[in-house]
Every structure is written in C-alpha cells, then in structure tokens.
T-cell receptor, first 112, second 109 residues
C-alpha cells in the first residue's frame, strides 16, 4: 500500500530534550516536506527536500533540523524543543514539487 | 492579497444540498490546484486536482478553475454528513504547497 508513515503519532516531552520524528514514504517520491498546523494559522511549511541531500527552509524553519540521506526517509529533528513548538506535525511527499502531495498520519507534539 | 485565500465559512448546508467552496489566489502563473479534505485531528487527504480552465468532475465532487479571475472552487453535490470537514485549497508556489486557511463545512442531517 502506497503511504507516508510518521512516528510517533503522539509525543509529550520536556523543554530542551532532543527528539526526532521519523517520516518514510514507499512511493519513490522525489519531494518531501514537513508542515506544522496550528489553530488559526493553517498549514505552514517547515522544511522541504527536492531530493537526497538537498534540503531547504520553508516558512518556519527556526528550531528545526532535517536530513535526507535516503530517498524514502525525511526525519524532523528538534534539538532543543520549546513549548511554542507544541503543534500538529505532518510529513508529506510528492513526485515533484508541483504535483499532488500525500500526507502522513500526523504527529501531535506537546512540549511542557 | 494573500497567496491563497479562502474567506467564506464556516459553511452549513442541509443533507442533500450542494455545498460550494471557493478559493482565490494571487499568482497568475499558477498551473496546478488541489483540494484537500481534513477531518478534525486527521491528516489532509487529496480529493481533487485541476490543471486547466473549466470543470473537472469526480463522483459528487466538481472542481472549477477560472484562471482569468484567479479562482478555483469545489462543488459537493448531494452533501452527506460524512462530508463535514475542513476543505483546504492548495497550489504549488516557490518550492512548496501553499495552503489556504480552509473552510469548515457542516452538513446537517
């Protein structure tokens, strides 16, 4: 089954404790991205990747890191999480930048 | 003007009615447009893509694109309570999918 898989689905952590949210797709997509969704602010892109080893900042990259060492995986790293990073996070993938994106199930992160 | 605007909403329609959801955009060069449906707490799900002027139909859904007026709309015929969700308009721009804030649709039984 074609899908984008994120883990974990739910995460509660404390301020400053490094965490990684994993994202994997099995559709051989070139383009992957991370979004966060907050009430009243909609979906905002954090980082994106056009291919292996090619990543770039989105609209709200501060406090986040990403890497793309393999085509299928695009982890999101929060090295020192803060409460303002409490949000619903989505990974998405598509064949190319201008084509339909498919989303993972989401990760609800709470930083206390 | 914002890149993608969805100003109307929330929208409430009775079961069986036609729901009309609208989206305007600022970039005249945009070529691809997508409608996503998102249930509360769930991920966005692609329901329609449209690339050329005119209408595109898929079951009870019709997407309409008017590039001259820079708007794209989604019509849902014979609305069902299961259609109650937030509908997001999106278009690719500057390396990312840009989303509107969404329109929340409620279908009353």
């Amino acid at each position: 089954e074609a899908q984008v898989t994120q883990n974990p689905r739910y995460l509660i952590t404390v301020t400053g404790k490094k965490l990684t949210v994993t994202c994997s797709q099995n559709m051989n997509h070139e383009y992957m991205s991370w979004y966060r969704q907050d009430p009243g602010l909609g979906l905002r892109q954090i980082y994106y990747s056009m291919n292996v080893e090619v990543t770039d900042k989105g609209d709200v990259p501060e406090g986040y890191k990403v890497s793309r060492k393999e085509k299928r995986n695009f982890p999101l790293i929060l090295e020192s999480p803060s409460p303002n990073q409490t949000s619903l996070y989505f990974c998405a993938s598509s064949f190319y930048m201008n084509t339909e994106a498919f989303f993972g199930q989401g990760t609800r992160l709470t930083v206390v | 003007q914002k890149e993608v605007e969805q100003n109307s909403g929330p929208l409430s329609v009775p079961e069986g009615a036609i729901a009309s959801l609208n989206c305007t955009y600022s970039d005249r060069g945009s070529q691809s447009f997508f409608w996503y449906r998102q249930y509360s707490g769930k991920s966005p799900e692609l329901i329609m893509s449209i690339y050329s002027n005119g209408d595109k139909e898929d079951g009870r859904f019709t997407a309409q694109l008017n590039k001259a007026s820079q708007y794209v709309s989604l019509l849902i015929r014979d609305s069902q309570p299961s259609d109650s969700a937030t509908y997001l308009c999106a278009l690719p721009r500057l390396g990312k999918l840009t989303f509107g804030k969404g329109i929340t649709l409620s279908v009353r039984p």
